[in-house]
């Protein structure tokens, strides 16, 4: 059974960073694409971050430069560098793997994580 569990998450203050993983486990990582998203309140899912398996990036313009993706096959883990963060920044933040593609859209990803808080205040 595939399973996707984040971590790192918490409070921080404005343009403090964060780093939060993501552990796959129940199958082999290294044959998925796999994002990062999140979800405010009263707002919808926005994709951030994605990666393929071969390693290509790609990382929405409204962070860039901002936030990092990258993963880890070995470990089966995918992480989302944060830096420079925004009040505007606080969301749920989760993560998903998947097989339809390099992108930033929910339909793509068959499996998610139960996503970590992240919180930042001014």
């Known amino acids: 059974q595939v399973q996707l569990a984040e971590s790192g998450g918490g409070s921080v203050q404005t343009g403090g960073s964060l780093r939060i993983p993501c552990l796959a486990s129940?199958?082999?990582?290294?044959?998925?694409?796999r994002g990062w998203f999140r979800q405010a309140p009263g707002k919808e899912r926005e994709g951030l971050a994605a990666?393929?398996?071969?390693?290509?990036?790609l990382v929405r313009d409204s962070v860039k430069g901002r936030f990092t993706v990258s993963r880890d096959n070995t470990k089966n883990t995918l992480y989302l560098q944060m830096n420079s963060l925004k009040p505007e920044d606080t969301a749920m933040y989760f993560c998903?793997?998947?097989?339809?593609?390099?992108?930033?859209?929910?339909?793509?990803?068959?499996?998610w994580g139960q996503g970590t808080q992240v919180t930042v205040s001014s």
């Open positions: 129940g199958y082999a990582s290294v044959n998925y694409y």
């Open positions: 998903a793997a998947g097989r339809g593609g390099l992108g930033f859209q929910p339909y793509q990803y068959t499996y």
């Open positions: 990666t393929s398996p071969v390693g290509s990036t």
